[in-house]
């Protein structure tokens, strides 16, 4: 089966926002104009010019940091640290690592093929790209990720179609648009880096009214890239992404959004015609498009006589991918798939529900969320913790949902601070790998991501495994996280990120295509990404780690140009 059985009512429910500063239609017309002029020239610049450009802009972005994360954390009721990780850290990461990708094509043609590669037994390539560098290893100790290559794809395959861009004579270029994501502020520019860096397009980039706030800094940030002609960025609402769209001079289209979004750029409007579009396959979108669209992210705990220390820890990295940005991303965890009788499941939800009631309310500032957190919460048994206010939202924890019917939360996204825990009846670790497999895949909607937690003693034996191998060869999501959150492959850089490639423009789920992926690798089934059970030093991403604020700072600079020398000084920051 391809994709998902499972159709989405996501967003249904948004409210549109609205943009305080949009561009003119004729200002729009000259962004487009501009960048055309421009795209062969771009096209056909050679690597080591391009990575010039990256790293011109990364002192450029560190400069521009502070500002982003103080006015980012105002603009969303964050911590600054918060803001530090999820912003300029993972935008500076990309650059950096994409740089040295393209340094590498210039000397020797292509990039490296990841860290290494391995042939597993059923003959399917797997290539590490984490940790990237020996430093990696010592900040990320116990840490690591690989992309699985699709079947029929070897190692001379691999590097055959790896950076294919530039295994063209003379490319002619050409203009994309990125209708950019309104919840985390380094996705545009990570996704423009993509589009230009590894596909050689020149681009504009259309904010989201929801943070367009970031606008002004990218655009100093990037001056490089905009001083050139190769990148514009313009401001406002979907009536300015329509147009841009649909631009003649356009060539290629990426969005960040809702697949309602998606499906309203590429079929039209909801309707007859919309439905004999389908049906012909004839798409009102005329040129590519690719895409990052939302997700019901299920974590799936296998059963153990897990330590009361591992449950806590387990609980609060379950929490800690709840609260991040209030809960306002596509791959916050949104469901918990646990044993029925497993003998410890009340006890670790009840370590959930602690951890929750723990949680701060954050600022429910995501166009719609009040009305989609009402209209989910209704007619379920609902545990609410904090009190809200008319900016703020409780957390809620909904129990025990019957994984035999069709709730409205397996096909919903809330992007909102809800969390959903439903049970499948065997407590065999093998048999629930395997039935939870079948569940997320053919009973939630989206193809994003999905996390297990799983005792590395269960794996020590064969049958369990052998079951979670298979696990996570059949699992149908673009990244699938052992035991840690599955947004760390967004912000490593080096790993693909997207919805898993089973979906289709009539059934798109979470997205085709992948951003980031800067060893431009091409054939990705997924990515899979894991780590210990339990981290110690405490992570900086936990919700309750109050270091975060001050390591932020000292992880910037360390990934605009990475040292041992600021290795201590990072530690201390770490520890004390």
Known sequence: MQGSAVSSTSLQMSAPAVSARSTAQQQVDEAVVAVKDHAREFARLGPAAKAALVRACIPKLLAEAPGWVAEGARARGADPGEEWLAGPSATLRMFRLLAESLETIAAKGKPPLGRGTRVRPDGRLEIDLFPASALDAVTFQGFSGYALMERGIDE?????????????????????????????????????????????????????????????????????????????IVYGGGDVGEYLTYHPLVSDVHITGSDRTHDLIVWGAPGPEQDRRRRDHDPLLKVPISSELGNVSPVAIVPHAYSEHELRFMSRNVVSMVFNNGSFNCNAAKMLVTAANWPQRTQFLDLVAKALAEAPNRKA?????????RKLTEGHRTEKFGAGSDESLPWAFIRGLDSTTDDTL??????????????????????????????????LWGTLNATIFIHPKAEKDGAIAAALDRALVDLRYGTVGINHWPALGYAWGTMPWGGHQSATLANIQSGLGWVHNTYLLEGIDKAVLRGPLTVSPYPLWFFDNPKTGKVGPVMCDMEAAPSWLKLPGLLLKVLL
């Open 156 to 232: 001379q395959q691999a590097r055959e179609r790896q950076a294919r861009f530039y295994g063209q004579r003379e490319p002619e270029g050409g203009v994309a648009v990125i209708l950019g994501a309104g919840n985390v502020a380094s996705i545009p520019p990570m996704d423009v880096a993509t589009k230009m860096f590894a596909e050689g397009f020149v681009c504009v980039l259309k904010m989201n009214p929801v943070n367009e706030w970031v606008g002004p800094y990218l655009e100093r940030a990037l001056h490089p890239l905009v001083s050139r002609g190769y990148l514009r």
């Open 365 to 373: 500032y995501y166009p719609g969320a009040f009305d989609r957190y």
């Open 410 to 443: 397996f096909r919903t996204e809330p992007f909102c601070g809800i969390l959903s825990e439903t049970s499948l009846p065997s407590s065999d670790p093998a048999r629930f790998l395997a039935d939870a497999t079948v569940f997320m895949n053919d009973r």
